[in-house]
């Protein structure tokens, strides 16, 4: 039968069999997949696990120093890489969703390939990918299909020459939690919302400044924190908050605003491809409404998205 311990124990033996003294790359996210496949590796080979873990300044408030704090304490061997000015500016004046999504993915292979070649001898590229990544190849949105539109333009990066080893291959997303969990990963990664890999990028409509960025990440943590505080964050599939590209007039005291509008998200769903909006409680959303207008300097309007999937997708771009 499978167990989460029983696979642990053959996955960790068979990677030190067929890793030996190789020394292996993989870039984290954060999220659960890369997180788990790490550790996996990182019981096997110890420090010949070479992680990389990039802010590319469109993570949540906060995110990228929790997260690698978290990671550092489960002892891996990692590399915090602070690449948001070249994220920045390979944004700046892009509107189109697809255009941002492809400069997002050039840019991550450049700040990745350059931390590869840090690694002296390295001979593997790490991966979280798991079995509905194998069957199906992925939305054409994901990350694979920025790599392979790369390939056409620029050639294989080094990294990409490098063998694979994908320990969660075999896996689906509720086995890769209950192994990562069996591992003692953080709740806090474990139990994460699926994040777009382009980010909060995808989450602002329209062009991309740090000054938006930032004005983001403030509302996000305020709307995200009250659903923990509730109780509701883990009922919910996948949350988030979008920066629309308008302006309203508003009034404060007596000075009359017209400042931008942010729009709250939530859904329940199994795998993404549908999802329906939550009915989150009245009060919950104007506690977080309110708090969101008094706190953030820039918006003076909070809207609740009840589009459910299809036809309205998750994101908005
Ligand atoms: P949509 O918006 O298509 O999203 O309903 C379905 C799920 O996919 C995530 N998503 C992405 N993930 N890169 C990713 O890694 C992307 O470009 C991307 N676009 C959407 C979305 O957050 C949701 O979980």
Redesign the pocket.
Known sequence: DWTPDSFIETTVAALREKLGDDKVVLGLSGGVDSSVAAVLLHHAIGKNLHCIFVDNGLLRKDEFEQVLESYKHMGLNIKGIDAKQRFYDALAGLTDPEKK?KAIGRVFIEVFDDAAHEVQDVKWLGQGTIYPDVIESV?V???SATIKSHHNVGGLPDFMKLKVVEPLNTLFKDEVRKVGKALGIDPNILGRH?F???GLA?RILGDITPEKVAILQEADAIYINNLRAAGVYDKVW?AGSIFLPVQSVGVMGDERTYENVICLRAVESVD?MTADWCHLPYDLLAKISNEIINNVKGINRVVYDISS?PPA???WE
């Open positions: 999504r939305s949105k994901g990350p699926p777009p890999g382009p995808i996948q993404g999937k997708t998750i994101e």
